[in-house]
């Protein structure tokens, strides 16, 4: 059976996601000059990252307050997947430091990252829907929270749909 140290981890590994897409995506629209929409869009979903990572950190802490993780323990605990998704958000978030973001190169950063926000709604609604983390999920406030966070996920996938079209004007 899961502990709460272990579902706290588990919260933490997921809050370590929320806070590489916050910083892609907040990277992304410090380096768009051509459109102000765009940069809205890509605000808006960068900064409700940040939310969601400070959320399940929170919630993570209110569960065990000196759970610590890294990427070696998210790997075991959830799978190389999240792990391997980690270090591509960084490797594109320092190619947007390194490299002029080229309208082409940001349509293919904002396609790319609305695949993974589907990827990431997926995930917290199938960790939210398991019978298996109801029954040991002892908080309906933390299983409120990754509800929540699925829904914003598929928000953030059409507002992402909605600035690879002003970018294809």
Known sequence: MINNFCISKILLCMAIVER????????????IEWSEDVRA???YVGFDSVKHADLL????????PDAEVNLKECEELVGTESVK????????T???????????KARELIEEQTKIEGDIGEEYLNMCHAKA???ITKSSLIRKILELISED????????????EYLSL
């Open 20 to 31: 590489e897409v916050s910083e892609l995506l907040l990277s992304l629209a410090r380096g």
């Open 41 to 43: 869009i890509l605000m």
């Open 57 to 64: 950190e929170k919630s993570a802490k209110n569960l065990v």
């Open 85 to 92: 998704l980690v270090k591509r958000l960084r490797e594109k």
């Open 94 to 104: 320092e190619e947007i430091s390194i490299d002029l973001l080229t309208i082409e």
């Open 133 to 135: 983390f109801s029954l």
């Open 153 to 164: 996920e598929e928000r953030h996938i059409e507002l992402l749909k909605s600035a690879l």
